[in-house]
């Protein structure tokens, strides 16, 4: 069974940072590209980084460029992200997402999220 | 930044009813397009990818059509289980993008 555990997710003060990870299992975790997105409280949904499965590739949507890390560890399973510089903006519950098997395709399993708040 | 847009925002439908969903591209995406369904408490549950194709497990009530820049979700016979708030996604240029959602509630 595929199964995405995020972590990692708490209370921030602005400008502080926070490491996110998702921990995979039930596939072949290096074969796949993988996702972050994001959704504040109570508002819609909004992609912020993927990473290729070699972690050659990265994109990141231009609200968190320059402040948020996407990275992965093969080995380990496991999807991260490092977010520097929090403004209370970034308040969200943060998801991974994996890319379905098929090219072109959609988000096919995603977790159930880590809550991350900024604020003073 | 390709921009989506969904309407209605909210679609009040009977049980039984048939529902039908849009959702607008500001260029086009080919077929690159994503239905997701997501209930509150929730993670999103992915519907149709390809426009119009059901992702593994998605009952065939659920069909998706369109191509361009103009999408349609329809659910052809709405089930309890089906009242949530649905959401577009493009996938044809970075940065990805979703649309607002529509909520599909009880009339």
């Known amino acids: 069974e595929v199964q995405l555990v995020e972590s990692g997710g708490g209370l921030v003060q602005p400008g502080g940072s926070l490491r996110l990870s998702c921990a995979a299992s039930g596939f072949t975790f290096s074969s796949y590209e993988m996702n972050w997105v994001r959704q504040a409280p109570g508002k819609g949904l909004e992609w912020v980084s993927y990473i290729s499965s070699s972690g050659s590739t990265i994109y990141y949507a231009d609200s968190v460029k320059g402040r948020f890390t996407i990275s992965r560890d093969n080995a380990k399973n496991s999807l991260y992200l490092q977010m520097n510089s929090l403004r209370a903006e970034d308040t969200a519950v943060y998801y991974c997402a994996r890319d379905a098997v098929v090219p072109a395709a959609g988000f096919d399993y995603w977790g159930q999220g880590t809550l991350v708040t900024v604020s003073s | 930044e390709i921009v989506m847009t969904q309407s209605p925002a909210t679609l009040s439908v009977s049980p039984g009813e048939r529902a039908t969903l849009s959702c607008r591209a500001s260029q086009s995406v080919s077929s690159n397009l994503a239905w997701y369904q997501q209930k509150p408490g929730q993670a999103p549950r992915l519907l149709i990818y390809g426009a119009s194709t059901r992702a593994t497990g998605i009952p065939a009530r659920f069909s998706g059509s369109g191509s361009g820049t103009e999408f349609t979700l329809t659910i052809s016979s709405l089930q309890s289980e089906d009242f949530a708030v649905y959401y577009c996604?493009?996938?044809?240029?970075?940065?990805?993008?979703f649309g607002p959602g529509t909520k599909v509630d009880i009339k």
């Open positions: 996604q493009q996938y044809n240029n970075w940065p990805l993008t």
